[in-house]
């Protein structure tokens, strides 16, 4: 039998007796809270490196083992990983009490990998909660931490960062935050603060004998797209690249840290293309794991084999560059989302995680990822681990799957770590000399007549660094501009540009370190000087304003595609010189590509319909024309069957909601969503033979007449529920599942506002200071002026806060829970405040635009000095919004 035979048949045999305790019932739990690597008897494992390919070469020892021990596992089996392993779950109540697990629950054993967030140093996500003070969120961080390690998993945090420029959160993608906090941004200071507290909890979380444990910090992750503010469609490549870079090295060489392994994460998928993957790598100095994010949206096939075949070729490229690179590689990020979203019940693919591992087995590059993690359990409507029977609940029919994916010999869980996870002895090989451009960023612009340069030297000492430039007027390029070392540790020197250079061109940049006894180390970084052209109203782009294509693709986002899919073309223009080619190739499987920018709310409302002047390319292809307008996202299809030029007019009224927004399908592109428009994008999706081709736009804006536009009537009254639709609590519960606490809900048929049936919400404030329950709509409330419910208060002097989330920021009003008669209780929209963890201006208050776009309404309890009772129930009902004078249910 081999080593890898004996270590597998280990792992079962165990895994059968940790069931088996399980069934015995709860008086095994603290058995289980035992494991833990140093605590698991498995066969020795043979240490293979002695040395690794480390960031941080001053990392602890057992920083440097999981290093080892995670790389040495590829190919020898994937580590199964989940987000909130302890705090969030259908099994159990939330915020959990530190042993039970959903995983746990079905299998007898916990994941090898307990993923956690940054979102709890905010109170946003449990073990943290909003009425923490910060410090009381970061202890419970830490505990939690020093939790998953007892119990045997390896720490991974992810990082939904806060936007720094607005300080609303993460999905508030405005105010290219990047630049700001990047140094000598004016922003650069708060985000160093946020730093801090990362810094301060990784320098205090030691294990029972006081030693650093060592995680995976994930941070700026998906950035291939554009929902977050570090996305695609916010940043440059370069500036990508350089804020991953400034966290780490502001982690590791400011504050001390060194019990963190890096994780690099792009959103996929990349048709297997390596180039497309590394377009914003931040470089092997910056990160110890290369992964990736990859979910299942579309409900529409039976199977999952169509979202598996665009899985593998990446995971096998992945894993290629890991192996060339000396590094991990993962599937950080995985699931069921959108349509696809697991259900209670009625789901297709039921055999979703075994044919997706026997796919990846069966591949020998994919199946050398080292682990995969998929997402929290946060309620019947948000779950990717399906959950066993439990209490009088039948297990979920995707259940049988999961175990039977569990006991495949090939995943690994946290009680088949290996003995020596964090006691290997190995080295860090040496950190590479070398130096680059920190600001201006590769691709940054520079529109003012000065800007500070700031280099960085690494791992090396020069007697003499400068910066020279190729690209300007005139003789501007034969200087060479000294830099000095400051006490921020970086070289730096203030360099003025001539107005004669500010003419939106691009200039390349190359730093030289000189260094006494050895080669020169060079550094280079392209940058466009001055603003782009102003462009009259409407008009998205003419293309004249670029001097070449680096400043084209400066000023654009590549969706799905490498930047160079789009180029400056002057063969065949609509009107000018130059126009834009748009190449496309779909032999990598990749689908569709597209471009296009975001740009700062721009008023489109007197104009009806969008015009472009279009070469196609008798492809047959499926072109998309996307309008992003008061936060909704329209399309319009115009056809690639022709060869012919042509100039395009599409009204308005054409576009429609693109098939993923089905709940968005009879929305319309009327003038007052017009009235604020902020992206463009332009799509081509794979419908037709060929494979590769390309097409030219040019002139593309709005136009139309300068009559006044017209609105449709705002909508009346909306309901948000009256729970008159639901059959039992499990479905209640499912819709109401946005917070910790939708297990405390049930149906009530003994008092109600109207109908037959209210919601009973219990609470109990023995460990916790408040209970939240939230349900995901989709609503439009600009034609009303207040929310109202029904509630039948406990009288126990504790307080009732109602909240709703209007163009992406949480508004709440707050309401006494003073006696037991039921009333009907309004939140005015004027007196709706943005909820404080936001960080935002409390006399904000939402606006008619935002109140187009409702997508959440949260209900909490929350617990008050003075009350009467830490526990209790408050009754709900009849919850909508509506205006002072219409009449109540």
Do not use: C
């Amino acid at each position: 039998m081999t080593n890898e035979s004996a270590r597998m048949g280990a792992g079962r045999h165990r895994r059968k007796g940790l069931s088996l305790a399980l069934a015995l019932g709860v008086a095994t739990a603290t058995a289980i809270a035992g494991i833990g690597p140093g605590a698991v008897a498995t066969a020795a494992t043979v240490n293979d490196a002695s040395v690794v390919n480390i960031v941080d070469t001053t990392a602890t020892p057992q920083t440097r083992s999981l290093f080892s021990s995670l790389q040495s596992q590829r190919g020898d089996g994937i580590l199964f990983g989940q987000q909130h392993v302890l705090d969030n779950g259908i099994t159990f109540a939330s915020p959990g009490d530190g042993i039970s697990s959903d995983v746990l629950a079905g299998t007898g054993d916990y994941p090898a990998v307990f993923g956690w967030d940054t979102l709890i140093l905010d109170g946003r996500e449990a073990p943290g909660t909003a009425t923490n003070t910060p410090a009381q969120n970061l202890a419970a961080f830490r505990a939690g931490l020093q939790q998953a390690h007892r119990l045997g998993g390896i720490n991974e945090i992810s990082a939904h960062l806060p936007n720094f420029v607005t300080g609303n959160d993460f999905t508030d993608a405005s105010g290219r935050v990047i630049s700001h906090i990047l140094p000598g941004g004016d922003k650069n200071a708060d985000f160093t603060a946020y730093l801090d507290t990362v810094a301060e909890l990784a320098n205090t979380t030691t294990d029972d004998s006081g030693t650093l444990i060592p995680m995976i910090f994930r941070p700026f992750h998906e950035n291939t797209g554009s929902w977050f503010w570090w996305g695609a469609a916010w940043a440059s490549p370069g500036e990508y690249k350089e804020i991953f870079r400034y966290t780490i090295e502001y982690l590791r060489d400011v504050r001390g840290v060194t019990n963190f392994l890096y994780s690099f994460s792009p959103n996929g998928s990349f048709g297997g293309d390596a180039q497309r993957y590394l377009a914003t790598y931040p470089g092997d100095d910056f990160v110890d794991i290369l992964g990736y994010d990859s979910y299942e949206n579309s409900n529409a096939s039976e199977t999952s084999d169509a979202w598996i075949a665009t899985l593998i070729p990446d995971l096998a490229m992945v894993s290629d560059l890991a192996d060339e690179r000396g590094k991990i590689s993962a599937l950080t990020e995985f699931g069921r989302n959108g349509d696809r979203t697991i259900q209670p019940s009625g789901n297709k693919s039921l055999n979703y995680f075994t044919d997706m591992l026997a796919a990846i087995k069966a591949d020998p590059k994919a199946s050398r990822i080292s682990y995969m993690l998929t997402w929290a359990n946060f309620g019947g409507g948000q779950m990717y681990v399906p959950n066993p029977a439990f209490a009088d609940q039948p297990e979920h029919e995707m259940f049988p799957d999961f175990l039977e994916f569990y006991n495949d010999p090939f995943t690994t869980f946290a009680a088949e770590l290996p003995a020596d996870l964090y006691n290997r002895q190995v080295d860090a090989a040496p950190a590479s000399a070398s130096v680059r451009f920190v600001t201006p960023a590769d691709g940054q612009s520079v529109t003012g007549a000065s800007t500070t340069v700031r280099t960085r030297l690494v791992a090396s000492e020069a007697q003499r660094v400068f910066f020279t430039t190729q690209g300007l007027a005139g003789d501007g390029d034969t200087q060479q501009h000294e830099l000095t070392l400051g006490q921020d540790g970086y070289y730096s020197a203030l360099w003025q540009i001539s107005e004669a250079d500010l003419s939106n061109r691009t200039v390349a940049l190359t730093v030289t370190a000189q260094r006494t006894g050895e080669s020169d180390l060079t550094g280079t970084a392209s940058v466009i000087l001055g603003a782009p052209a102003v462009l009259a109203p409407g008009v998205i782009d003419d293309f004249e304003g670029y001097g070449d294509d680096t400043a084209l693709r400066a000023a654009y986002t590549v969706n799905n595609g490498a930047a160079d899919s789009i180029s400056l073309e002057s063969s065949q223009t609509g009107s000018g010189s130059k126009a834009v080619r748009f190449a496309y190739d779909f032999a990598g499987e990749n689908g569709y590509l597209g471009f296009g920018k975001t740009f700062s709310a721009t008023d489109w409302s007197r104009f009806d319909s969008l015009h472009a002047w279009l070469a196609p390319d008798g492809s047959g292809q499926k072109l998309v024309f996307q309008v992003k307008a008061g936060g909704y996202t329209f399309e319009a299809y115009p056809s690639l069957d022709s060869t012919t030029a042509t100039e395009l007019a599409i009204p308005f009224a054409d576009f429609r909601a693109p098939s993923w927004d089905a709940a968005n399908a009879d929305k319309r592109l009327t003038p007052t969503l017009l009235a604020s428009v902020t992206e463009f994008f332009v799509y081509i999706n794979q419908v037709g033979t060929p494979t590769t081709g390309s097409i030219v736009l040019d002139d593309i804006r709005a136009a139309g007449s300068e009559t006044d536009p017209t609105d449709p009537p705002a909508p009346g009254p909306v309901g948000v529920d009256d729970f008159e639709s639901y059959a039992s609590n499990s479905e209640v519960q499912a819709a109401w599942a946005g917070r910790d606490n939708e297990a405390d809900l049930s149906l009530t048929g003994t008092v109600a506002g109207s109908g037959a049936q209210a919601a009973a919400f219990a609470y109990d404030f023995a460990t916790v200071g408040y209970a939240g329950i939230a349900k995901n709509i989709t609503s439009d409330w600009s034609g009303n002026d207040r929310l109202r419910l029904w509630v039948k208060p406990d009288g126990s002097g504790n307080q009732l806060v109602v909240q709703f989330k209007a163009g992406g920021v949480s508004f709440e009003g707050y309401s006494p829970l003073t006696g037991t008669t039921a009333a009907q209780v309004s939140i005015p929209f004027a007196d709706a405040v943005p909820a404080s963890y936001q960080g935002l201006d409390p006399a904000l208050r939402p606006t008619i635009a935002q109140l187009r776009s409702v997508t959440e309404v949260a209900i909490f309890l929350t617990s008050q000095s003075g009350a009467s009772a830490s526990a209790g129930t408050v009754y709900l009902d009849d919850v909508r919004a509506t205006t002072a004078d219409a009449p109540d249910p």
